[in-house]
Protein backbone atom coordinates (compact mmCIF):
# COMPACT_ATOMS: atom_id res chain seq x y z
CA UNK A 1 0.00 0.00 0.00
CA UNK A 2 1.30 3.74 -1.09
CA UNK A 3 2.55 6.20 1.83
CA UNK A 4 -0.57 8.59 -0.39
CA UNK A 5 -3.06 10.03 1.39
CA UNK A 6 -6.25 7.61 1.22
CA UNK A 7 -9.56 9.12 0.81
CA UNK A 8 -12.28 8.21 3.55
CA UNK A 9 -15.92 8.09 1.73
CA UNK A 10 -18.16 9.23 4.87
CA UNK A 11 -21.79 8.77 5.29
CA UNK A 12 -23.71 11.61 3.99
CA UNK A 13 -25.09 14.13 6.43
CA UNK A 14 -28.77 14.15 6.74
CA UNK A 15 -30.74 17.26 5.95
CA UNK A 16 -32.46 18.68 8.96
CA UNK A 17 -36.27 18.36 8.77
CA UNK A 18 -37.22 21.95 9.98
CA UNK A 19 -35.05 25.04 10.42
CA UNK A 20 -37.54 25.84 13.72
CA UNK A 21 -35.42 29.06 14.46
CA UNK A 22 -36.18 30.57 11.35
CA UNK A 23 -40.16 29.73 11.50
CA UNK A 24 -40.42 30.43 15.30
CA UNK A 25 -37.57 33.30 16.06
CA UNK A 26 -39.51 34.54 19.25
CA UNK A 27 -38.87 31.32 20.75
CA UNK A 28 -35.68 31.00 19.68
CA UNK A 29 -34.36 34.39 21.39
CA UNK A 30 -36.28 33.79 24.08
CA UNK A 31 -34.25 30.41 24.65
CA UNK A 32 -31.53 32.16 24.12
CA UNK A 33 -31.95 34.63 26.83
CA UNK A 34 -33.13 32.09 29.14
CA UNK A 35 -30.03 30.03 28.30
CA UNK A 36 -27.88 33.54 29.04
CA UNK A 37 -29.69 34.15 32.34
CA UNK A 38 -28.98 30.45 33.72
CA UNK A 39 -25.61 30.34 32.87
CA UNK A 40 -24.74 33.70 35.04
CA UNK A 41 -23.05 32.79 38.40
CA UNK A 42 -21.89 28.90 37.15
CA UNK A 43 -18.59 28.16 36.40
CA UNK A 44 -17.99 28.26 32.41
CA UNK A 45 -16.55 24.62 32.04
CA UNK A 46 -18.85 22.64 34.34
CA UNK A 47 -21.65 24.48 32.84
CA UNK A 48 -19.99 23.03 29.47
CA UNK A 49 -19.75 19.45 31.48
CA UNK A 50 -23.69 19.67 31.90
CA UNK A 51 -24.48 20.07 28.71
CA UNK A 52 -22.18 17.48 27.34
CA UNK A 53 -23.54 15.25 29.90
CA UNK A 54 -27.32 16.11 29.20
CA UNK A 55 -26.40 15.97 25.16
CA UNK A 56 -25.04 12.75 25.42
CA UNK A 57 -27.61 11.27 27.56
CA UNK A 58 -30.61 12.61 24.85
CA UNK A 59 -28.60 11.61 21.62
CA UNK A 60 -28.26 15.27 20.85
CA UNK A 61 -25.25 15.63 18.02
CA UNK A 62 -25.69 19.15 17.41
CA UNK A 63 -25.37 20.07 20.99
CA UNK A 64 -22.83 17.29 21.87
CA UNK A 65 -20.66 19.21 18.71
CA UNK A 66 -21.74 22.92 20.13
CA UNK A 67 -21.05 22.14 23.78
CA UNK A 68 -17.81 19.98 23.18
CA UNK A 69 -16.05 23.04 21.44
CA UNK A 70 -16.99 25.19 23.60
CA UNK A 71 -15.70 23.51 26.32
CA UNK A 72 -12.29 22.61 24.80
CA UNK A 73 -12.25 26.80 24.01
CA UNK A 74 -12.99 27.10 27.46
CA UNK A 75 -10.27 25.50 28.67
CA UNK A 76 -11.83 22.13 29.22
CA UNK A 77 -9.04 19.12 28.63
CA UNK A 78 -9.87 16.05 26.19
CA UNK A 79 -9.57 13.54 28.07
CA UNK A 80 -12.41 14.95 30.65
CA UNK A 81 -14.38 15.65 27.77
CA UNK A 82 -13.92 11.82 27.22
CA UNK A 83 -14.66 10.26 30.07
CA UNK A 84 -17.73 12.32 30.65
CA UNK A 85 -19.39 9.38 29.40
CA UNK A 86 -18.36 6.81 32.01
CA UNK A 87 -18.29 9.59 34.71
CA UNK A 88 -18.75 7.11 37.15
CA UNK A 89 -15.94 4.98 36.91
CA UNK A 90 -13.96 8.04 36.21
CA UNK A 91 -14.78 10.16 39.25
CA UNK A 92 -10.97 11.14 39.94
CA UNK A 93 -11.07 13.18 36.75
CA UNK A 94 -13.65 15.37 38.59
CA UNK A 95 -14.01 17.57 41.87
CA UNK A 96 -16.87 16.91 44.32
CA UNK A 97 -19.00 19.70 42.93
CA UNK A 98 -18.53 18.45 39.30
CA UNK A 99 -19.59 15.45 40.20
CA UNK A 100 -22.75 16.79 42.03
CA UNK A 101 -23.78 18.54 39.04
CA UNK A 102 -23.02 15.56 36.97
CA UNK A 103 -25.50 13.40 38.81
CA UNK A 104 -28.16 16.14 39.21
CA UNK A 105 -27.71 16.44 35.25
CA UNK A 106 -28.94 12.79 35.28
CA UNK A 107 -31.25 12.70 37.49
CA UNK A 108 -33.14 16.04 36.14
CA UNK A 109 -32.66 14.92 31.86
CA UNK A 110 -34.03 10.78 32.64
CA UNK A 111 -36.32 11.13 35.47
CA UNK A 112 -36.89 7.26 34.93
CA UNK A 113 -38.69 7.14 38.10
CA UNK A 114 -40.50 10.34 37.76
CA UNK A 115 -38.65 12.33 40.59
CA UNK A 116 -35.25 13.58 41.32
CA UNK A 117 -33.69 11.19 44.26
CA UNK A 118 -33.71 12.86 47.78
CA UNK A 119 -30.19 12.04 48.20
CA UNK A 120 -28.86 13.54 44.42
CA UNK A 121 -30.80 16.59 44.98
CA UNK A 122 -29.08 17.17 48.50
CA UNK A 123 -25.25 16.32 47.40
CA UNK A 124 -25.68 19.15 44.81
CA UNK A 125 -27.61 21.34 47.68
CA UNK A 126 -23.98 20.34 49.63
CA UNK A 127 -21.70 21.76 46.95
CA UNK A 128 -23.80 24.88 45.79
CA UNK A 129 -25.61 27.74 47.17
CA UNK A 130 -29.02 28.03 46.73
CA UNK A 131 -28.44 30.76 44.47
CA UNK A 132 -25.93 28.69 42.04
CA UNK A 133 -27.96 25.49 42.56
CA UNK A 134 -31.66 28.02 41.22
CA UNK A 135 -29.29 28.39 37.96
CA UNK A 136 -27.60 24.80 37.47
CA UNK A 137 -31.05 23.26 37.99
CA UNK A 138 -31.82 26.12 35.36
CA UNK A 139 -28.85 25.36 32.89
CA UNK A 140 -30.02 21.76 33.30
CA UNK A 141 -33.76 22.05 32.08
CA UNK A 142 -32.40 24.93 29.03
CA UNK A 143 -29.90 21.93 27.94
CA UNK A 144 -32.84 19.45 27.82
CA UNK A 145 -35.23 21.77 25.72
CA UNK A 146 -32.16 22.67 23.35
CA UNK A 147 -31.60 18.63 23.17
CA UNK A 148 -35.35 17.96 22.19
CA UNK A 149 -35.63 21.13 19.32
CA UNK A 150 -32.15 19.64 17.85
CA UNK A 151 -32.98 15.99 18.12
CA UNK A 152 -36.53 16.46 16.73
CA UNK A 153 -36.23 18.89 13.94
CA UNK A 154 -32.62 16.52 13.21
CA UNK A 155 -30.24 19.50 13.37
CA UNK A 156 -26.68 18.40 11.70
CA UNK A 157 -23.50 18.95 14.22
CA UNK A 158 -20.13 19.56 12.47
CA UNK A 159 -20.51 23.39 11.31
CA UNK A 160 -20.17 25.34 14.67
CA UNK A 161 -17.42 27.39 15.66
CA UNK A 162 -16.63 27.81 19.17
CA UNK A 163 -18.68 30.72 20.42
CA UNK A 164 -20.74 31.11 17.67
CA UNK A 165 -24.03 31.42 19.67
CA UNK A 166 -22.25 32.50 22.80
Known amino acids: MSSAQETVEY ?3 HTPRLE ?4 APEVYKAMVRLDTA ?3 GLDP ?7 IRASQLNHCAFCLDMHTKDALAAGES ?10 EESRHF ?3 KELAAIELTEAV ?7 VPDEVY ?25 NRFGVTTRMAPGHYQPGQHG
Open 122 to 146: ERAAKRFGEAELARLIAAIAVINAW
Open 20 to 23: WARH
Open 11 to 13: ATE
Open 45 to 51: KLYELVK
Open 94 to 96: YTE
Open 38 to 40: ARQ
Open 109 to 115: TVLTDGF
Open 78 to 87: VERIVQLSAW
